[in-house]
């Protein structure tokens, strides 16, 4: 517990950092045990470090896993506390070993992360490829936001641009960095990934890639 304490201080910590600097934008998505939900002074450990370092709930998001249902009501009740409060609630890993539709009903969530394993496949299996939009359209017409993990290709990259509003995640946009480089590495993304796309789909018959490669790199200029 000192050690996943440690953890949401230092996030919220270089949330604050950002949010009061270059990056007033900036969201810190945190990975939280169901055991930390299980502490009745955890709501108000993350509210004081949020008066402390004077950074709005909405810059933090609180990721969990399926497996926070096995807790109980008592469990929910303390991320709907924290909603209530203005913080981000994602689950993390979707689309993988047990997850049931019900964890969308059941959790007062914003976000839905489609776990890197089913993205691998995307790009090379047509059922992959449509239950990945069946949960994206899914979440998008109850009202969450989407991420999709572990994008590593072009390929999986263009499919799932098409199926925007949606956050990407991935080697193929950035390897983990250390606090110190997040702006550097943010600030070269754009023409990283106009490389990647548009001299990949200089080539393609018709144009139509071409042109959603260029979509996606005025959508990424504009973060």
Known sequence: MQISDWVVDSAIAAASHWH?????????????????????????HILRLLQTYKLPARCIEIELTENVLQTGMATIEVLQELRDQGVSIALDDFGTGYSTFSSLEKLPLTRVKLDRTLIASIHTSVRSAAIARAIVSLCHNIGLEVTAEGIECREQL???????????????????????QVLSTLAALPD???????????GAAGGEESGAADRTVRNLRAL
Not at 31 to 43: A, G, H, I, M, T
Not at 158 to 180: F, H, N
Not at 192 to 200: A, D, G, N, Q, V
């Open 20 to 44: 009061h600097g270059a990056w007033p934008e900036a969201k810190v998505a945190i990975n939280l045990s169901s055991r930390q939900l299980l502490d009745s002074k955890f709501v108000e």
């Open 158 to 180: 263009m499919m799932l641009s098409a199926m925007a509003p949606i956050s990407l995640q991935g080697y193929l946009l950035a390897r983990p960095v250390s606090a110190e």
């Open 192 to 202: 990283r990934l106009e490389s990647i796309l548009l001299t990949t789909s200089a």
